[in-house]
């Protein structure tokens, strides 16, 4: 099934560090979406994005709906070992029924 | 907590079984959403109903079929099981579809092993 590119696959930095992690497509969205999933959980919502341009924070957490509406990004500030996970990008397409389709997550792991 | 209810949260069963899993959404969500996810394969949308239609099918097998009853709750049935159909099956809900409305809040999860 369609995925979006989601990179890096895996990050291990030292607490404190930033990060990095985007999401490309081919199409075009009208919606991004971030989510992070702890083991055994279900994804969480971290932000949510709607215009081309947007930038949005949440905490220490800030994504970017690209200009060309076929990218976003995910940056976290001075990370702790709480933000260990798999951090999801979803979107829907333009033109879509509503169906969020998902990139394949980056794993996030920090040292202290 | 997400507000979005999925039972059972583990399942085993034999191959060629039947399975139901279940799904209550938020409050005032009309849209649910089925993802399955497997360790190699990221999430998956398998189907989504809105107000008891489906909207949207994704890589759903025919083995698979799911429901939305007028009390908005969801089932989704999976039979003649495999071993590959392994994997965590989530639920979620959002209100609709489009815009904001888009935001899915995921439930816990069913974990489903076929020995």
């Known amino acids: 099934g369609q995925q979006l590119n989601q990179s890096p696959q895996s990050m291990f930095i030292q607490e404190g560090e930033d990060v990095s992690m985007n999401c490309t497509s081919s199409?075009?969205?009208?919606?991004w979406l971030w989510y992070k999933q702890d083991p055994g959980e279900g994804p969480v919502l971290l932000i949510a994005?709607?215009?081309?341009?947007e930038l949005t924070s949440n905490g220490r957490l800030t994504a970017q709906f690209g200009i060309t509406r076929k990218d976003s990004f995910l940056n976290i500030s001075a990370s702790i070992p709480s933000d260990v996970g798999i951090y999801f990008c979803?979107?829907?397409?333009?033109?879509?029924?509503?169906?969020?389709?998902f990139g394949k997550g980056t794993k996030l792991s920090v040292k202290p | 907590d997400s507000g979005v209810t999925q039972t059972p949260k583990h399942l085993i069963t034999a191959t060629g079984q039947r399975v139901t899993l279940r799904c209550s959404p938020r409050?005032?969500?009309?849209?649910v959403y089925w993802y399955q996810q497997s360790l190699d394969q990221g999430l998956q949308f398998l189907i989504q109903?809105?107000?008891?239609?489906?909207?949207a099918k994704g890589n759903i097998l025919e083995r698979f079929s799911a429901q939305q009853f007028p009390d908005l709750h969801s089932e989704l049935n999976l039979s003649s099981l495999e071993l590959g159909d392994s994997a965590l099956y989530f639920c979620?809900?959002?209100?609709?579809?489009?815009?904001?409305?888009?935001?899915?809040?995921f439930g816990q999860g069913t974990r489903l092993t076929v020995v």
């Open positions: 979620a809900s959002s209100v609709g579809t489009g815009g904001l409305y888009t935001e899915a809040f």
């Open positions: 199409s075009i969205f009208n919606t």
């Open positions: 994005l709607y215009k081309a341009g």
């Open positions: 979803a979107g829907q397409k333009a033109g879509s029924q509503g169906n969020l389709i």
């Open positions: 409050s005032g969500d009309l849209s």
């Open positions: 109903y809105y107000n008891g239609e489906e909207r």
